[in-house]
Nanobody, 115 residues
Framework: QVYLVERGGGLVQPGGSLRLSCATS????????LDWYRQAPGEQRVLVAR???????DYADFVKGRFTISRDNARSTVYLQMNSLNAEDTAVYYC?????????WGQGTQVTVSS
């Protein structure tokens, strides 16, 4: 069984920071790219960041310079450090991996940016 469990969401004021984590099981963590997506109410789920097995990171334009994705292979965990948060970052954030052609998603963690 593949399990992805996100943690770290919550309520934060504009300009604040949060760090999300995604603990994985049931995959060979080191050989798969890991992704963070987000979905706001009534909108499409969009890719936020991706980290490859080599550790190369790619980001959506709307988070470049503010978010950092990283992975800890020893803990099979991927992180998303989010700084300079604004209201448009409010969404449910999901961890994602594709294994043997199948997409797997975590349960999501809510991030709300509001004063």
């Amino acid at each position: 069984q593949v399990y992805l469990v996100e943690r770290g969401g919550g309520l934060v004021q504009p300009g604040g920071s949060l760090r999300l984590s995604c603990a994985t099981s049931g995959i060979n963590f080191r050989i798969h790219p890991l992704d963070w997506y987000r979905q706001a109410p009534g909108e499409q789920r969009v890719l936020v960041a991706r980290i490859t097995m080599q550790g190369t990171a790619d980001y959506a334009d709307f988070v470049k310079g503010r978010f950092t994705i990283s992975r800890d292979n020893a803990r099979s965990t991927v992180y998303l450090q989010m700084n300079s948060l604004n209201a448009e970052d409010t969404a449910v954030y999901y961890c994602h991996v594709k294994r043997q052609g199948t997409d797997f998603w975590g349960q999501g963690t809510q991030v709300t940016v509001s004063s």
